[in-house]
T-cell receptor, first 116, second 111 residues
Framework: AQSVAQPEDQVNVAEGNPLTVKCTYS??????LFWYVQYPNRGLQFLLK??????LVKGSYGFEAEFNKSQTSFHLKKPSALVSDSALYFC??????????????FGSGTRLQVQP | DGGITQSPKYLFRKEGQNVTLSCEQN?????MYWYRQDPGQGLRLIYY???????QKGDIAEGYSVSREKKESFPLTVTSAQKNPTAFYLC??????????FGPGTRLLVL
């Protein structure tokens, strides 16, 4: 079965500093990986995805993510954090088999707090 | 304005009552999904539909039902059998390259 782990419930970073939100995954077959962001009482917004190709994926709002197959990781990064980046971030992997095949399995989320 | 709409934004359910959450999309996507979000947890899959007139149970389907009579619409009914319905419910549809797009959500509260 597939799974996603986000080991940090919360990440705190000062504005202007680089940020990293960690994600590791487990899935059979080729991984399709996603990052979403959620603001309070809102739906999820798509940030970026990895399907194939370059291991460094660029997405919306200056975010990028690095796919590492040997470490089964897909960490979200941004060179310079903004206060407005403060939100809840979810990593997800597409299911390749079993119940809900081709649906997404989500991590538990990481709250990013950017201090001014 | 293309996208996914969910209504209502807030919904109150009395004990023993069935309630229906609406999800509509004008993105021409075939696949649609319902997820439940509880505090401190990720999203959990309730039901999904890959095509009109077809749907499948997800991981936590007990106490829920769906229909998919039109491509644009995928309503979710929370039945009285769902003993802990208080949660944030999110609908999504899937576009190109497996990317899912989410609606704004419905918060269900029990009176």
């Amino acid at each position: 079965a597939q799974s996603v782990a986000q080991p940090e419930d919360q990440v705190n970073v000062a504005e202007g500093n680089p940020l990293t939100v960690k994600c590791t995954y487990s899935v059979s077959g080729n991984p399709y990986l996603f990052w979403y962001v959620q603001y309070p009482n809102r739906g999820l917004q798509f940030l970026l995805k990895y399907i194939t190709g370059d291991n460094l994926v660029k997405g919306s709002y200056g975010f990028e993510a690095e796919f590492n197959k040997s470490q089964t990781s897909f960490h979200l990064k941004k060179p310079s954090a903004l206060v407005s980046d403060s939100a809840l971030y979810f990593c997800a992997v597409r299911r390749n088999e079993g119940t809900g095949r081709r649906a997404l399995t989500f991590g538990s989320g990481t709250r990013l707090q950017v201090q001014p | 304005d293309g996208g996914i709409t969910q209504s209502p934004k807030y919904l109150f359910r009395k004990e023993g009552q069935n309630v229906t959450l609406s999800c509509e999309q004008n993105l021409n996507h075939d696949a649609m999904y319902w997820y439940r979000q509880d505090p401190g947890q990720g999203l959990r899959l309730i039901y999904y539909s890959q095509i009109v007139n077809d749907f499948q149970k997800g991981d936590i389907a007990e106490g829920y039902s769906v229909s998919r009579e039109k491509k644009e619409s995928f309503p979710l009914t929370v039945t009285s059998a769902q003993k802990n319905p208080t949660a944030f419910y999110l609908c999504a549809s899937k576009g190109g390259q497996e990317t899912q797009y989410f609606g704004p959500g419905t918060r269900l509260l029990v009176l």
